[in-house]
Structures are given as C-alpha cells and as structure tokens.
Nanobody, 122 residues
Framework: QVQLVESGGGLVQTGGSLKLSCAASGLAFDMFAMGWFRQAPGQEREFVARLSSSGGTAEYADSLKGRSTISRDNAKNTLYLQMNSLIPEDTAVYYC???????????????WGQGTQVTVSS
C-alpha cells in the first residue's frame, strides 16, 4: 500500500519560512518523479514544484520561484519543500505526489498525500 505523508505545515508570519516533508512508503521512491501542489480555499489545485527521480532536475511555478527549494533524500524515501519569504497568498493545503512521468499535470500523478495546511498571516 502506497502512502505519502506530509508534515511540517503550520502558521507562520509574512516573511517567515517553513520546510515541508513528505515521507513515502510502499513504492520504489527513487523510481518516481515527485511534485508539490497546493490548493487554496475556493481555488483549483496548482502546481508548485517538481523534482526528477534522481533529484537532478527541478522546476518551480513562477509563484514560488526564488523562494522555495524542492529536494529529496532517496535513502530516506522523503521529499522536502523549503519555503522562504512566505506571503499570505501562499496560504493553502500543500500536497506531495508521485508520478512515473515527468509532468506538471496533477492528473498524471499516481499517488497523493493527504496534505498539510500552511497558513501565512499578514
């Protein structure tokens, strides 16, 4: 049974930082590209960042480019998202997901976590 479990969300003030983690089990983690997505209330889910299976290639959405770093530790089956200079518009539930493809399209991700809430206060 595949499980992706996010953690590290919380309440932070504008300008603050958070590091999200996604612990994976039940899959060959190092064979999957991984992504982070987010969904704010009343809005559609949006792509945040993705990372190749080896960790050698990353891509970011414009909204977080320069303020976030996606990384992974394949030995620990864990994906990370370091977010800095957070603003209220970053408030959302953040999800990690696993895909056999190199894609930014959410529907092409095979496995999803339950999400972790990030709230940025002004």
């Amino acid at each position: 049974q595949v499980q992706l479990v996010e953690s590290g969300g919380g309440l932070v003030q504008t300008g603050g930082s958070l590091k999200l983690s996604c612990a994976a089990s039940g899959l060959a983690f190092d064979m999957f590209a991984m992504g982070w997505f987010r969904q704010a209330p009343g809005q559609e889910r949006e792509f945040v960042a993705r990372l190749s299976s080896s960790g050698g290639t990353a891509e970011y959405a414009d909204s977080l480019k320069g303020r976030s770093t996606i990384s992974r530790d394949n030995a620990k089956n864990t994906l990370y998202l370091q977010m800095n200079s957070l603003i209220p518009e970053d408030t959302a539930v953040y999800y990690c997901a696993a895909s056999r493809s190199w894609t930014k399209i959410g529907t092409q991700y095979h496995y999803w976590g339950q999400g972790t809430q990030v709230t940025v206060s002004s």
